[in-house]
């Protein structure tokens, strides 16, 4: 059976062959890149990336979608529908499977370009940005730190959190960050709160899901059609400054401690590309409230998680400067968040919420029950108190000015190629001194 499945996704391109590839033909995640002075959509493929804008021209695609792929956002794409997704996945599988005729992989050869040296671009145009807060792991740990006595909150378990971000300030992989300004908690009992340079600038682990098809306003998405909504998925970094958070949060939520940055991986892996990767739910105690009726679904429950291998890396100036590897931070799993990506569909659109093409729904920092597994520096270092040893001799409370952090995610399970998610980086610059 495993040599089956496998053999069924073999590509003519050697490089979507290899085992260790994030990009086989399983997968064909899309993207946009420049294309001397255009944007084109494309899928990565191998060590390739397929152009859609040409191989529209060459009549390589079905009419129907022609349009669509020769547009610069994927949006166009999406409203299409999950009929036509299937189609062009359909059609691109088949055009760079093994077995392809000559003229047509010929035709198709000719659209494909090398994935290094090419400038890729945020390839959804996004209206808006919701972020949750599905990882009970961190909840739990970050309670801790602010509220020994009640780290988790009572409605935790009943509702899943999530706040309003800022659309506009998406960024794609690879563009830098500058150190973001604001005020500080006063460090007197009555004083002035300082205005400044963020000290504890940190990153946050974290999954996107585009929404692919909306819902009309004052009409909620039910549960068990939350998955025909869903395009595809996406690593995120939702950069944070905690000590502007912690002074401005109270009694409205993250802001400008948030609003300054979010870095998103440039390929949106499909939703039927992750279709072998589904699992259970993460288990609940005994304890714990059902979800109510509007956030639970049999089938949800049985496959409703991801397995998404998720690793955090961080590159200093120091290692950049003596060739070292970036440094592992830790490891973690989507499959340990507490809500669904449907619950937090049905979630978001319960009270009549409605959710445009290219929505983009974020997970929230995703943390694992140990340590090693947290997903952001809070909880690696207790709030910058336990600062981490790097094998420069470096210590990191927080992030510092040059360090560039690398989120990585993967699925593996045996019978299936293994796919990878890509990379979602930025490098941090100092902040700028206009004030």
């Not at 950069?239 to 401690?257: H, N, T, V």
């Not at 001799?393 to 952090?405: H, M, N």
Request: proline share 11%.
């Amino acid at each position: 059976m495993a040599k089956r499945t496998l053999s069924a996704h073999r590509s003519w391109l050697t490089s979507a062959n290899d085992p260790a590839t994030d990009f086989p033909l399983s997968h064909l995640p899309y993207g946009a890149f420049e294309a001397g002075n255009e944007r084109h959509l494309c899928v990565a493929i191998g060590t390739h990336l397929l152009d859609l804008h040409q191989c529209a021209s060459a009549n390589l695609l079905p009419r129907s979608l022609v349009a669509a792929c020769q547009a610069p956002v994927l949006n166009p794409l999406m409203a299409l529908g999950p009929r036509a997704w299937a189609l062009l996945r359909e059609t691109i599988t088949t055009l760079l499977h093994a077995s392809a005729p000559p003229d047509r992989r010929q035709a198709t050869e000719a659209a494909l370009h090398s994935i290094t040296g090419t400038t890729l671009l945020r390839p959804v145009e996004i209206p808006n940005y919701t972020d949750f807060y599905a990882s009970i792991h961190h909840a739990t740990r970050v309670g801790a730190i602010f509220r020994p006595d009640q780290p988790l909150l009572p409605n935790y378990k009943h509702v899943p959190i999530g706040y309003h971000g800022r659309a506009s300030s998406i960024l794609p992989s690879g563009i830098p960050i500058f150190r973001p300004v604001g005020q500080t908690r006063p460090t007197t009992p009555g004083g002035m709160p300082p205005f400044g340079p963020t000290k504890s600038l940190d990153y946050e682990l974290e999954l996107a899901f585009y929404i692919g098809q909306p819902n009309s306003l004052g009409m909620p998405i039910p549960i068990g059609k939350a998955h025909q909504h869903l395009f595809g998925v996406s690593l995120l970094n939702d950069w944070s400054a905690r000590d502007i958070q912690s002074w401005e949060y109270q009694p409205l939520g993250p802001f400008l401690g948030k609003s300054f940055a979010t870095t998103v991986s440039p390929w949106v892996t499909p939703i039927a590309a992750l279709e072998p990767f589904r699992a259970p739910t993460s288990p609940r105690e005994k304890s714990d409230p059902k979800p109510l009726p509007y956030l639970r679904s049999a089938i949800d429950q049985k496959q409703g998680s991801l397995d998404v291998q998720l690793e955090v890396f961080l590159l200093t100036p120091t290692m950049r400067r003596n060739k070292l590897d970036p440094f592992l931070l830790s490891r973690s799993s989507a499959k340990d968040l507490f809500w669904t990506p449907a619950q937090l569909i049905a979630h978001h659109s319960s009270n009549g919420c409605n959710l445009p093409i290219g929505d983009l729904i974020a997970t929230g920092t995703i943390s694992g029950p140990k340590l090693t597994s947290a997903g952001c520096l809070l909880e690696l270092t207790h709030n910058g108190t336990q600062p981490l040893a790097l094998p420069t001799g470096e210590t990191r409370g927080f992030l510092a000015d040059g360090d560039e952090v690398i989120l990585r995610g993967f699925c593996a399970r045996p019978g299936h190629p293994r796919i990878g998610l890509g990379e979602c980086r930025a490098a941090i610059l100092p902040a700028h001194r206009s004030h």
